[in-house]
C-alpha cells in the first residue's frame, strides 16, 4: 500500500545551515534539499534571529538526519525537532488533512 508523504518542515539556525551545506557533497540529494530552503528573521528576546526553513517529506528529513549524524552533528537537534513535529502530525490522533502554512515569499532589496 502506497502511503502519501508526510510534510515536514526543518528549521535550523543560519550558522548551523552554513556548515552543514558546506560539509554535503554538492551532487547529493541532501545538498539539493538543503539549497531548496528559505532565511526567515524572528525576534528572539532583544534582536532577530535568522533561521532556515527546509521543507520536505519525511524520508527525505530522515535522510537528512543520518547525512548530518555523519557528517555534523550539531545539525541532528534541529531535524530531529522537525521529524518529531512531523510523526506527531501524522499521528492516528491528528486530522486526516497534512498542511503547513506558506513559507513567507523572499523579498529582495
Known sequence: M???PVPTLLEMPL???DVFVDKCDQASRGFALLKNSVIVRRPKDDHYERMVKIRCDLEDAKKLLALA???YPDAVT???GGIA???KLD?????QQHTLAPLPVPVTC
Open 69 to 71: 549524524t555523519e557528517i
Open 15 to 17: 550558522p548551523v545551515y
Open 78 to 80: 534541529s531535524i530531529a
Open 2 to 4: 502506497l502511503r502519501t
Open 91 to 95: 499521528s492516528p490522533l491528528a486530522s
Open 85 to 87: 513535529a512531523a510523526l
